[in-house]
C-alpha cells in the first residue's frame, strides 16, 4: 500500500521525507481519483555571509555584478 496523506479542514497536510517545508510542489492529475505531487527544485543560490565592520554588517566582495542581478531578477518574474 502507498502512503497517504489526509487533509485537515483547512484542506492541509502532512507529507513524508523527502518534501520539507516551504516545498514548491507541481500537482499532476493522473485521472479522475489520482493526484501525485512532485517537488520543484529551485536552483542553487549562494549564501554570502556578512561580516561586521564598524558597525555596519558589509560583504567582503559583491556576489554579482548589477547586470547579473538585474538578468537574475528578470529571469524569475518571468518565470512567474
Sequence with gaps: MEPTTTLD??????????????????????NAESITFRIVKPADVPVVKPTRR???????APPASPDQIAAAIRAERDSR
Excluded: T, W, Y
Design 54 to 60: 564598524g558597525g555596519f554588517l558589509l560583504l567582503d
Design 9 to 30: 479542514s483547512r484542506r492541509r497536510g502532512i507529507f513524508p521525507a523527502p518534501f520539507q517545508p516551504g516545498d514548491v510542489l507541481v500537482r499532476v492529475r493522473q
